[in-house]
């Protein structure tokens, strides 16, 4: 429920039910440079997917009006990288949605593209009278907040309505 790690720092777009779009400033001070590798630092690929399925997970809540639910991986195919991604670039995660559950991201680092998956969402209902699901909820607003997303959203409606 509450993102145990944070694999974007920013949404720069979020137009619902369409499109997302993010960066994640990969620093030397996350923990997994530490071990891979030691000397040649390079962000995992699991998390390149893993910024590309929270991007959707914001796409999707914004959506669906944010739901008392998780939008877990419920399914991931094709993933290609063909670059690294090191500490100190800005990495620009765009996730488009293809259907209902099913997303196409791209990742790419100053215009050359890096990455890129096709994945599937599930959705789970939650209980928030649940204390422990009720943090996660209250978690889930105040990290929507630090990456800028009630801002895009308050200029996406001012788009929609002119």
Not at 115 to 140: M, N, T, V, W, Y
Request: glycine share 8%.
């Amino acid at each position: 429920m509450a993102l145990p790690l944070h694999s974007i720092d920013r949404l720069i777009e979020l137009s619902p039910p369409d499109r997302v779009r993010a960066i994640k400033a990969p620093s030397y001070g996350e923990p997994h440079f530490e071990d891979h590798f030691a000397g040649f630092p390079l962000m995992p690929g699991a998390l390149m997917v893993e910024s590309m399925v929270q991007s959707a997970q914001w796409l999707k809540r914004a959506e669906e009006g944010f739901p008392v639910a998780d939008f877990p991986l419920a399914r991931l195919e094709r993933a290609v990288f063909s670059d690294y991604v090191r500490p100190g670039s800005v990495l620009e995660i765009t996730v488009e949605k293809l259907n209902d559950s099913r997303y196409k991201g791209t990742l790419h680092i100053e215009g050359k593209k890096v990455g890129s998956a096709r994945f599937e969402l599930g959705h789970r209902p939650l209980d928030c009278g649940i204390p422990r699901i009720k943090r996660g909820l209250d978690q889930l607003d105040e990290t929507f907040a630090i990456l800028g997303g009630p801002e895009l959203l308050t200029a996406s409606e001012q788009e929609t309505r002119a």
